[in-house]
Every structure is written in C-alpha cells, then in structure tokens.
C-alpha cells in the first residue's frame, strides 16, 4: 500500500470538515469526558487527521477524530487543530479503525464491526490470507488484525479464538443491521450478535431485527416473534432479505454499476424519506 503523506499539521475551520460515513456513532458521554479533559489542560492532546478528496474539489474528509470534533464544537471552537493527509482509502480505513481500536471503549457490536472491517482491508492488502485460498498462508491471526487489534485484545482479556468469533459476527453485519443493534436499549452483547447470526430464516430475522429497541437481548426479541410468523412469508420481507443478501455478496464495483444503472430510481426512492433522513 502506497505511504501516505502528512500534508501539513494546521488549525482548519470544523465547518470545512465532511464527516458523515463513519464506523462508529460518537458517544455523549466520552464527548463530556473529553470536554472536561480539555478545560481541565488547556489543550486537546491530539489533532484530528482529515484528507483531501481530489473528486470533491479537495474538500477535507475525517478520518479520525469524530469525538473531538464534537467536544471542539461543544465549547464553540471555530477551528481545530488537523493533520492534513494525501493517502489511500485502505491507509484512511485503516487509521480509523485503529485510532478507535487504541483510544476507544468499545462494546461487543462496534469491535465486531472494526475488527471484521480490519481483516476485509488485510486480505484486500494479503489476498493469499483470504480464506478459500489453499495452503498455510490461507490463514490469518490475531496479530494479522494488526497491533491495534492486539492491544485491544489484551486490554479485554480477549484471547483469539475469542477475537475470530468476533469477526465472524462482524462480518455479516451490514449497516442497516448494525443500525437496529444500536438502536437496542442496552448495547449489543458478543451473545446477542451469535445469537441474531444463528436465525437462519429470514423473516424471522427481520422481525428480531424490528423489535430490538424495544428488546434488551436478541433473545428476548425473539421470543416476541411468533413462531408462525416463520410459515408465513411475507413477499415484500422475502424480497428485501434477497436484495439484502445479494448485495452484501456483491463487490464494490458491481455495487458501483448497480448504482449507475438504477441511479435515477434510487435517488426517486431516498427522496421519498428525505435526504438527511434517509443517511441515517
């Protein structure tokens, strides 16, 4: 992967700053902490780092720093204090996952999240890793996740095999899953997301999917859901879950030409819930 190249370190105004289209939400609380933090120096103790996106004009995008952005704004800062980068999408991915993976107290759902995301970004980089690929190389580890991962690891007591679990789950997570995991009333438990993992028809998961932020476990959601609901097939739930299923299969650039060809419906469709509406 080609090094990136530290552009300049400056104070940049946060409304020149895109930040939609990140990993993770940013938490209240650990927005309060740091508040408290940087009236009780004087100083945030690290910059944000952003890059330019040569199609967009060379607006700055985030990599990583959505908490103390916040906090920034939280105390009425017009500007912040920035790393400006020329990198790759893999290297900004990369960055991302691992300043949350160092910094961040992650619950079971948002580590299944950057872990999977990390090792989709170490076989695009190793595809001799990737698994199908015959022979010893085919597997990867826990140090493969990179030292981030380690860390994080070790500052749970999790062990590899625990940390190979968490990324299987991770990786049949799409965004509009990891959407209603959040909405749950306590976070996700590493058992809530094996146990979603385990419902093998579809109707059924989407109505677990439905009832979870009235629900304290997938368990419990489940045990709301009839189980006649599963002999009754709904034909619009049928053909969610297979546009769901065939588009989680999907590579970027098929998603990409899918997109092209039905751009025009699918913008008719978004605007149907509005546009800042339909991003979340």
């Known amino acids: 992967m080609r090094d990136a190249k530290l552009l300049e370190t400056t104070d940049i105004l946060i ?26 120096l004087g100083v945030m103790m690290d910059e944000i780092h952003v890059r330019k996106i040569a199609h967009q004009d060379g607006k700055l995008r985030l990599i990583a720093g959505g908490h103390r952005i916040a906090a920034a704004l939280a105390m009425e800062w017009e500007k912040i204090p920035t790393k400006i980068w020329d990198c790759t999408d893999d290297w900004a991915e990369l960055l991302e996952i691992d300043d949350n993976l160092a910094h961040a107290d992650l619950d079971a759902l948002d580590l299944a999240v950057f872990l999977s995301k990390r090792k989709r970004i170490y076989e695009k980089l190793h595809p001799e890793t990737k698994a199908g690929v015959a022979g010893a190389n085919s597997r990867w580890n826990a140090t493969e996740l990179g030292s981030f991962a380690s860390t994080a690891a070790e500052k749970r007591g999790i062990t590899e095999r625990q940390i190979r679990k968490i990324v299987a789950v991770g990786d049949g997570l799409s965004p509009f899953v990891i959407a209603k995991f959040r909405a749950m009333k306590k976070p996700a438990t590493l058992k809530d997301l094996q146990n979603y993992a385990k419902i093998k028809d579809g109707v059924v998961k989407a109505e677990v999917l439905n009832r979870l932020k009235s629900s304290k476990s997938v368990a419990e959601a489940l045990q709301k859901v009839s189980p006649l609901k599963s002999k009754y097939k ?42 800042s509406d339909a991003k979340r």
């Open 15 to 40: 409304t020149d700053i895109d930040t939609d289209d990140r990993l993770r939400p940013v938490s209240d609380v650990a927005v309060q902490s740091l508040v408290v933090s940087i009236e009780q």
């Open 234 to 275: 709904d034909p619009i739930d049928e053909d969610h879950m297979k546009l769901f299923e065939l588009w989680k299969r999907s590579s970027k650039e098929a998603k990409r030409r899918f997109v092209r060809d039905f751009e025009e419906e699918i913008t008719g469709l978004i605007a149907e819930f509005g546009g």
